[in-house]
């Protein structure tokens, strides 16, 4: 079945310093692929996705790359802000599952001043 | 514009009551829609989804059931809730449009059983 696997920190970084949040696959056909964004006591907000090989999700400064080769949809920023402290989901959702929605079981970011 | 209506956004119940939390889609047709449950911790547990009225499929066996009554409608569903039932619901729906897969999540419910 499907499956996502992605860094579980937690990660703590200092205001402005690059994120890198690892995301990894396994999918039957051709999944899309999101990142969600939980903040404190709220529900999930969808931050990006993509939904074909070598596109590329952005919003608010983050982006991601869809890499069919290496099965990868890692998470990027370039500088960090104490406002993006929360836990990050990275998901998919496939054809070949029947559209189940496949989470990774997320990454707590905090983010110092 | 699609939303996704959750409610009641907290809740509080005694070991032994029933449960039951909705979740409404405005705006689409025929989604797919799935309860998921995050307890300790941050981890997201799907707990059922459906593709159509009257499709449930179950993915961790316990004491909560879940119906589709109507194409936008899911329902939740316990007899008797435990002290482990405590946790944050959490309803999705995705849909297939354009050949782009979208999915968004409600605000959830947090339930504590005591």
């Known amino acids: 079945g499907d499956s996502v696997t992605q860094m579980e920190g937690p990660v703590t970084l200092s205001e402005e310093a690059f994120l890198t949040i690892n995301c990894t696959y396994t999918?039957?056909?051709?999944?899309?692929l999101f990142w969600y964004v939980q903040y404190p006591g709220e529900g999930l907000q969808l931050l990006l996705k993509a939904t074909k090989a070598d596109d590329k999700g952005s919003n608010k400064g983050f982006e991601a790359t869809y890499r069919k080769e290496t099965t990868s949809f890692h998470l990027e920023k370039g500088s960090v802000q104490v406002s993006d402290s929360a836990v990050y989901f990275c998901a998919l959702i496939s054809g070949g599952s029947n559209y189940k929605l496949t989470f990774g079981k997320g990454t707590l970011l905090t983010v110092n001043p | 514009s699609q939303t996704i209506h959750q409610w009641p956004a907290t809740l509080v119940q005694p070991v032994g009551s029933p449960l039951s939390l909705e979740c409404t889609v405005e705006g689409t047709s025929n989604p797919n829609l799935y309860w998921y449950r995050q307890a300790a911790g941050r981890g997201l547990q799907l707990l059922f989804y459906?593709?159509?009225?009257?499709?449930i499929s179950s993915e961790v066996p316990q004491n909560l059931s879940a119906s589709r009554p109507q194409d936008r409608q899911f329902i939740l569903s316990s007899k008797k809730l435990l002290l482990s039932d405590s946790g944050f619901y959490l309803c999705?729906?995705?849909?297939?449009?354009?050949?782009?897969?979208?999915?968004?999540f409600g605000q959830g419910t947090r339930l504590t059983v005591v």
């Open positions: 999705a729906w995705s849909k297939l449009r354009q050949g782009v897969t979208e999915a968004f």
């Open positions: 999918a039957t056909g051709y999944p899309s």
């Open positions: 459906s593709v159509g009225i009257g499709q």
